[in-house]
């Protein structure tokens, strides 16, 4: 059984993180994504503080409010003429920096560590139960995940022209009216609920491999916003599906293993994508070649 | 300040205060060629990228110490590094894309490592999570000479490559022009920035070594338009901050060194975002409100005249 | 504007665009300065000016999307944020990153948005719309092609078939003529008088000097402030153009100006 709801917690992971990791990519703002999941952390470590449990859902708020309170700083700072991927390095150290002193000076009281914080217990996911009146509802981890790819989905489905006009041409966006800094950081909390909702179980920094690796791959891969966001999402799950395998043969990090699956899955797109990968473009250019010499 | 004499009073101590003092020196110096070549959060993968190459070099040795790690975590800065520039180079992905899927996929495969090391057989495997999390008071003597050393050995390259590194910074294309091995020179401050990350990741960690290589660049940025001034003032920042990190962090218990050094960093960057001298905040606040005064009143001893003329 | 024309605006309603007093600043100095002017409805307006002059700020920030520290705009009588609908826009073909993964009749149906809604989705009649806006910049057959492998006039020629789409009243666009052949200058020409018959109101910003009686009703001569503005016989002159330009006006060639014939000179404000 704990084999299934790893897989399915892995690759709910993977379609939240999927869908609005092709916006971060697209907008060029991949690192802001990592960025996020690393200052949503003093967030969670005063949700922890506050309700003294690991209250699910006051977390994904607090988390939420983080996360957009940083891109609005690493915002505030470009405007103020710092350019964007320093300013992106200002902001979420520090921010990481006060979440690490939290939990170095509180630890005992939140059974919250760096490990898991970093790593993610998705090996332990099943045993994390949410219970309603002594039923076992499964873990609490999907439930929350469910939640998030459900507002996602929801979110990008109904404004999804919103959010293409903004991410390809924002000057049109705005000039007919759409609110585009309202989209913005619409997304950024998007990126903030995935991200911590996925948190506990691959970590935070596997956490953006999730978001930036599948999308990138998936971006080599078709010339279609959809197709994109369908594939990122497939590139995603079939990570989750060997990364697992590898792990239970190699006795890895299975969420370590995920990613490095991510990664290879990256390399063959890379390698031997029809359309813009590098083998083929090298083969149709040497056929290109031969047409015009012979 | 009764407990600062009793830390400096502590040899050990000493030379934990100076070496992290002089890592932020070093670090601060370098940042601000990787900021002024808008690389910043180059260092900070690389220093993601430098998991893996510790996690094979202590696997292949078994042994915990700088030296070793710095070869390890060298050549997989090379790799990443080049991993960075053939994508960008070799398909439409962007430049952050690049960094990101580096970034997270060495970390990937370095925790992969990791848990080979911790479920292995390696003996004194203990330290290496520490060591990725930065905390100061427990490096031991020789590996803060190691750092103190190579520290300082990094500050002379770059005094005595400035002239070289000012004009790659600046403009690349120029350099290649007057004959400079611009590819190398850039390797070289690309090798420097890893061998900077390294050193610090014992200190400060990994997930905030990156601070140290941007934050005291950009605070510097604030008071000058002067490149040697600017290196100065960064390395001046940094230096302090790791000073301060030190010192507060051996005072209270349980508190690590890196997150103390990183919001000490952050400390003089909003005092720099404040105060500088004509980007700070508050100065250019005023000059737009002079602007705009001197704006209003001309257009109203104008007014009139001018839609006269416009109306042709 | 003279009595007679003033009176006739009052009869006619409100002009397509009002702009008075805009100003905007970025940093130490204004970028704009108290920019005054109304359009006539119908017309084809050429914004002229030196590089740095304001040309797309002043555009920008007509259609509100950079702060001015100063001014009223007006569409059809009404602040332009209320009046988006009636708004075309072609932005600078750089302001995009061609590699987004989309096609060209996708980017043409992004022109209908604006009217569909929060939640509207095109269908299949914006997509014939699209469709025929796609025909009338001679690129239908270019519909399924992904936009980054598209020539440089091909993509403007979309951007154009796209601010079709639009179906505006009032249209800005932002140097359509920027680095496009000779073909895509011609079908955007083509197109230009097409909206003109059809009572709509374009604004361009130009840089081309040696085409500016060819192809405006009236020019309007920008620098900072503006430094003049009416119809392109009376205000397209040597004397005004020396204004605007300055000393660098020096190398223009004088029958430029005044036959707009006989030149060897492509880019007015550049050395030939």
Redesign the interface.
């Known amino acids: 059984m704990s084999d299934f709801w790893i897989l399915l917690t892995g690759s709910l992971v993977a379609a939240c993180c999927g869908i609005v990791g092709v916006f971060l990519?697209?907008r060029?703002?991949?690192?802001i994504?990592?960025a996020i999941s690393?200052s949503v952390m003093p967030g969670i470590v005063i949700a922890f503080l506050m309700s003294g449990s690991r209250d699910s859902l006051l977390m994904m708020f607090a988390a939420l409010v983080f996360g957009v309170f940083t891109t609005f700083l690493i915002g505030m700072?470009e405007r103020?003429?710092?350019?964007s991927?320093?300013?992106?390095?200002?902001v979420f150290?520090?921010l990481?920096?006060?979440g690490?002193?939290l939990v170095?000076?509180f630890?005992r009281q939140v059974h919250l560590d760096?490990?898991a914080i970093?790593?993610g217990e998705i090996a332990f996911v099943h045993w994390n139960l949410w219970e309603i009146g002594g039923v076992s509802m499964g873990p609490k981890a999907v439930w929350l995940l469910g939640f998030t790819l459900f507002v996602i989905v929801a979110v990008i489905g109904?404004?999804?022209?919103?959010f293409?006009?903004c991410?390809?041409?924002p000057?049109?966006a705005?000039?007919?009216?759409?609110p585009v800094a309202f989209f913005h950081y619409l997304l950024m909390g998007l990126v903030s609920m995935a991200t911590v909702s996925s948190f506990e179980s691959v970590g935070a920094?596997?956490v953006?491999?999730m978001?930036?690796?599948p999308?990138?791959t998936a971006?080599?891969l078709?010339?279609?916003?959809g197709?994109?966001i369908v594939l990122s999402v497939a590139v995603g799950i079939a990570s989750t599906f060997l990364g697992y395998g590898a792990?239970v043969w190699?006795?890895?990090?299975i969420?370590?293993?995920?990613?490095?699956a991510?990664?290879v899955l990256?390399i063959i797109a890379?390698l031997f994508s029809p359309k813009?990968g590098?083998v083929s473009r090298k083969l149709r250019q040497r056929s290109l070649a031969a047409a015009a010499n012979g | 300040m009764l407990n600062f004499m009793a830390m400096l009073a502590d040899p050990n101590m000493q030379w934990i205060f100076f070496g992290c003092l002089l890592l932020g020196l070093s670090s601060g110096v370098i940042g601000s060629f990787s900021y002024l070549r808008k690389q910043s959060l180059v260092g900070d993968t690389l220093a993601h990228a430098a998991l893996p190459g510790i996690c094979i070099a202590f696997m292949l040795t078994g042994v915990k110490s700088i030296g070793i790690f710095l070869i390890g975590a060298g050549i997989a800065g090379v790799i990443a590094t080049f991993g960075i520039g053939y994508i960008t180079r070799h398909s439409r992905l962007k430049q952050d894309a690049a960094l990101g899927i580096v970034l997270s996929v060495f970390f990937g495969l370095g925790i992969v490592l990791l848990t080979f090391i911790q479920h292995g057989d390696y003996g004194n495997q203990s330290g290496l999570d520490k060591f990725l999390f930065g905390q100061a008071a427990a490096m031991v003597g020789s590996d803060v000479v190691t750092m103190s050393v190579i520290c300082l050995s990094l500050v002379t390259i770059c005094t005595l490559f400035f002239k070289q590194f000012k004009l790659i910074s600046f403009d690349p294309g120029f350099a290649k022009g007057i004959g400079y091995p611009v590819a190398l020179l850039e390797q070289l401050l690309m090798l420097l920035i890893v061998v900077a990350v390294v050193v610090g990741i014992q200190a400060v960690g990994v997930v905030l070594i990156a601070a140290l290589l941007i934050t005291p660049a950009v605070s510097a940025r604030y008071w000058t338009n002067r490149l040697g001034v600017m290196v100065a003032l960064s390395g001046l920042f940094g230096a302090l901050s790791g000073a301060l990190g030190t010192w507060v962090s051996s005072s209270v218990t349980n508190l690590p060194t890196g997150p103390v050094t990183v919001l000490a960093a952050t400390l003089f960057f909003f005092v720099s975002v404040l105060f500088g001298p004509q980007r700070g905040l508050i100065a250019k606040r005023l000059v737009r409100l002079r602007v705009k005064k001197s704006f209003l009143l001309e257009k109203e001893l104008r007014a009139e005249p001018m839609k006269g003329e416009t109306a042709l | 504007m003279s009595e007679a024309a003033k009176h006739l605006r009052q009869e006619q309603g409100p002009a397509p665009l009002s702009v008075s007093g805009l100003s905007v600043a970025y940093q130490k100095k204004p970028v704009l300065k108290g920019v005054t002017f109304d359009v006539n409805e119908g017309e084809l307006i050429g914004v002229i000016g030196p590089n740095g002059a304001g040309k797309s700020t002043m555009m920008k920030a007509a259609l509100g999307l950079i702060p001015s520290i100063g001014g009223e705009v007006l569409v059809y009588g009404r602040p332009v944020k209320a009046q988006r609908k009636l708004i075309g826009y072609v932005p600078q073909r750089e302001s995009v990153d061609w590699d987004f993964p989309t096609n060209a009749l996708d980017v043409v149906l992004m022109g209908t948005y604006g009217r569909l809604g929060w939640f509207g989705r095109p269908g299949a009649k914006e997509k014939a719309q699209a469709l025929e806006c796609l025909e009338k910049v001679g690129m239908a057959d270019f519909a399924d092609r992904q936009i980054s492998q598209l020539s440089g006039g091909q993509q403007q020629r979309v951007f154009l078939a796209r601010a079709l789409a639009q179906n505006a009243k009032l249209y800005f666009m932002d140097e359509p003529f920027a680095g496009v052949d000779a073909a895509t200058e011609k079908a955007i020409i083509t197109l230009l008088q097409e909206l003109k018959k059809q009572g709509k109101t374009v604004i361009v910003v130009h840089h081309d000097l040696a085409t500016v009686q060819q192809y405006f009703d009236s020019v309007l001569l920008l620098n900072v402030e503006l430094q003049a503005y009416g119809p392109t016989a009376e205000t397209f002159t040597q004397e005004k153009l020396q204004r605007t330009y300055g000393g660098r006006l020096a190398f223009l060639d004088h029958s430029l100006i005044q036959g707009g014939s006989g030149q060897s000179c492509d880019r007015g404000d550049r050395t030939c």
């Open positions: 990519v697209l060029k703002m991949a690192m994504g990592d690393h700072f103020g003429g710092i350019q991927d320093a300013s992106i390095g200002v150290t520090a990481f920096a006060i690490v002193i170095s000076l630890a760096q490990d970093l790593y109904l404004l999804y022209k919103q293409k006009l991410s390809f041409d000057a049109l705005a000039a007919i009216g759409i920094i596997l953006v491999g978001l930036i690796v999308a990138s971006y080599l078709t010339d279609r916003l197709m994109m792990s190699l006795d890895a990090s969420a370590g293993c995920m990613v490095c991510a990664g990256f890379f813009h590098l």
